[in-house]
């Protein structure tokens, strides 16, 4: 499995963004995914995740009430929409998906827990 995000670019604080993740396997159903974002001078961090159903969601406190995650294992792609972007929120955003069976409706928010990662793409806000 591949996972390729897309969606990136640079908005003024204020705007919205969508960030798109898609899978190259029907497996991606079945499992969580996630969205981490590394800014320059930080350490990789946990933004938000959606289980393998889909029912359930978990958000950083940083982003709740303005960013909502969800997925469409349909056409393999989970998406990551944006809203009232602040410039604290420029980082490279990557999703990454936890590959086993086992829970796949809790919560997962470190990186040692997701087996596949994107290659990331930039998020750049503007004051």
């Known amino acids: 499995v591949q996972l390729v995000e897309s969606g990136g670019g640079l908005v003024q604080a204020g705007r919205s963004l969508r960030l798109s993740c898609a899978a190259s396997s029907r497996t991606f159903e079945a499992y969580p995914i996630a969205w981490f974002r590394h800014a320059a001078g930080y350490e990789l961090e946990f933004v938000t995740a959606?289980?393998?159903?889909?029912?359930?969601?978990y958000y950083a406190e940083h982003v709740k009430g303005r960013f909502t995650i969800s997925r469409d294992n349909v056409k393999n792609t989970e998406y990551l929409q944006m809203n009232s972007l602040k410039p604290e929120d420029t980082a490279v955003y990557s999703c990454?998906?936890?590959?086993?069976?086992?829970?796949?409706?809790?919560?997962?928010?470190?990186?040692?827990?997701?087996?596949?990662w994107g290659q990331g793409t930039q998020v750049t806000v503007s004051s």
């Open positions: 990454a998906l936890r590959v086993s069976t086992y829970q796949t409706e809790s919560y997962y928010p470190t990186t040692l827990e997701y087996h596949l």
């Open positions: 959606v289980s393998g159903s889909g029912r359930r969601t």
